[in-house]
């Protein structure tokens, strides 16, 4: 088992709503990236945050958002939910370095209905 | 553009034979490899990396991988297959087109892997 964890585990929402979802990094990794892995499909990548700031950023409306914490935590914000965003939401926690490999949290399920 | 193509939806072997998951990559520039797994209601594992150095990368569970730069490929393997290692396996490769560190990867779709006893 890594040391990222992700809370909740499972999380049902209607059209419309917002949501937040949380990570807690492994010990000594100044590096979170967000992953949506809709069913069927490999993870796509959302954006990373490194010492508070994002810096980098994938095919993802400005609707999904972020927050990093100076004890490297992390938070995925999605407002104005759509049904295609029912997947799982993976994060991954690394340190900073083209060779770093990223270790992932269990992941959240969000549904939306 | 930089890609990821896992060929096989599903790889079908007997318990105690050799398995393969094929990968190939496009990148531009020297390629960051990696193969993850993930088990039902879990998130990925690491398995292993190539980075530079040795074509063939050791990895846990006793997986290997072995880099062929004129094929484009990393193909994960592991000379004896167990039940316990049907999963879903992901390919990825480091997004070489920003720099200072960042660490996006590009997964393939997945490979299912099924162990008959």
């Known amino acids: 088992e890594t040391g990222v964890t992700q809370s909740p585990t499972h999380l049902i929402k209607t059209r419309g709503q917002q949501v937040t979802l949380r990570c807690s990094s492994q010990s000594g990794h100044n590096t979170v990236s967000w992953y949506q892995q809709a069913l069927g499909q490999g993870p796509q990548f959302i954006f990373q945050y490194y010492r508070e700031e994002e810096n980098g950023r994938g095919n993802f409306p400005p609707r999904f958002s972020g927050l990093q914490f100076p004890n490297y935590s992390s938070e995925l914000n999605v407002n104005a939910l759509e049904l295609d965003d029912s997947a799982l939401y993976l994060c991954?926690?690394?340190?900073?370095?083209?060779?770093?490999?990223?270790?992932f949290g269990q992941g959240t399920r969000l549904t939306v209905v | 553009a930089q890609s990821v193509a896992q060929p096989e939806d599903q790889v079908n072997v007997a318990e105690g034979n050799p398995l393969t998951v094929k990968c190939t990559y496009s990148?531009?520039?020297?390629?960051?490899l990696f193969w993850y797994v993930q088990y039902p209601n879990r998130g990925l594992q690491f398995l292993l990396k190539y980075i530079t150095g040795d074509n063939l990368v050791k990895g846990s569970y006793g997986f290997e991988a072995e880099f062929n730069k004129s094929q484009t490929s990393f193909h994960l393997k592991k000379p004896s297959a167990l039940v316990s290692d049907s999963a879903l396996y992901f390919c990825?490769?480091?997004?070489?087109?920003?720099?200072?560190?960042?660490?996006?990867?590009?997964f393939g779709a997945g490979t299912r892997l099924a162990v008959h006893p």
């Open positions: 991954a926690s690394s340190q900073q370095g083209l060779g770093t490999e990223a270790f």
């Open positions: 990825a490769v480091r997004d070489m087109r920003v720099s200072g560190g960042y660490n996006k990867l590009i």
């Open positions: 990148v531009s520039g020297n390629p960051y």
